[in-house]
């Protein structure tokens, strides 16, 4: 089946520096990717849609200056947490359609902890 | 925009018991309807799937239905077992545009 991985799986930092979460298309060529916060208790909220080669779509409420999106390839998504705070403290899930199917495949996720 | 209700948000039943949770859309126009299945920390996985073209899809001891007109679909576990314990959302799309998730239910079996 499809796989998708993230890295990295957990990270931990200072209030006010950026992180970058990367998400793989293993082995399949993924033409949308979607990233994903989901707090503790919580569903899955959808923060952007990124097709490759063009700009994400933000979900209403979702700050793009904040949360850096870039499809560059069709096996890569990054996710860049610009100037984090502590209420960006989450779990980041990302998720990959092929295209021709409208079946997406998640990634493990990247616990995002900001002291 | 498209909005899907999930209930219940909690279910215990006990272990060989069967487990029915149901959710409901608003837009008619979505066309395909996954279950996944999360545990905690872990990624949310994909258990079993619909179309609107079809209005029940069985997979072993899972099965999904699917009511167009009623705009509601639910998702029946059959001789739960422990390792059925999870959370289990819902969701809804329209032609692969973005997936809209219930607000997930957590599924206890007990033994």
């Known amino acids: 089946g499809a796989v998708v991985s993230q890295h990295p799986s957990r990270v931990i930092c200072k209030s006010g520096t950026s992180v970058k979460i990367e998400c793989r298309s293993l082995?399949?060529?993924?033409?949308?990717m979607f990233w994903y916060r989901q707090f503790p208790k919580q569903s899955l909220m959808l923060m952007a849609t990124?097709?490759?080669?063009?700009?994400?779509?933000?979900e209403q409420g979702v700050e793009k200056d904040k949360f850096l999106i870039n499809h560059a390839s069709l096996t890569l998504s990054t996710l860049t947490v610009t100037s984090a705070h502590p209420e960006d403290s989450s779990f980041y899930i990302c998720?990959?359609?092929?295209?021709?199917?409208?079946?997406?495949?998640f990634g493990p996720g990247t616990r995002l902890t900001v002291l | 925009g498209e909005n899907v209700e999930q209930h219940p948000s909690t279910l215990s039943v006990q272990e060989g018991d069967s487990a029915v949770i149901k959710c409901t859309y608003s837009?008619?126009?979505?066309?395909?309807f996954p279950w996944y299945k999360q545990e905690l920390g872990k990624r949310p996985q994909l258990i079993i799937d619909?179309?609107?073209?079809?209005g029940e899809k069985k997979d072993q001891r899972i099965a999904v239905t699917l009511n167009k007109t009623a705009k509601h679909f639910s998702l029946h576990i059959t001789e739960t077992q422990p390792e059925d314990s999870a959370v289990y959302f819902c969701?809804?799309?329209?032609?692969?545009?973005?997936?809209?998730f219930g607000a997930g239910t957590i599924l206890r079996v007990k033994s």
């Open positions: 998720s990959a359609g092929a295209g021709s199917t409208d079946t997406q495949y």
């Open positions: 082995d399949f060529q993924a033409t949308t």
């Open positions: 990124s097709n490759e080669g063009s700009k994400a779509t933000y």
């Open positions: 837009d008619s126009a979505s066309n395909y």
């Open positions: 619909i179309r609107s073209n079809v």
């Open positions: 969701a809804a799309d329209k032609y692969g545009n973005k997936l809209v």
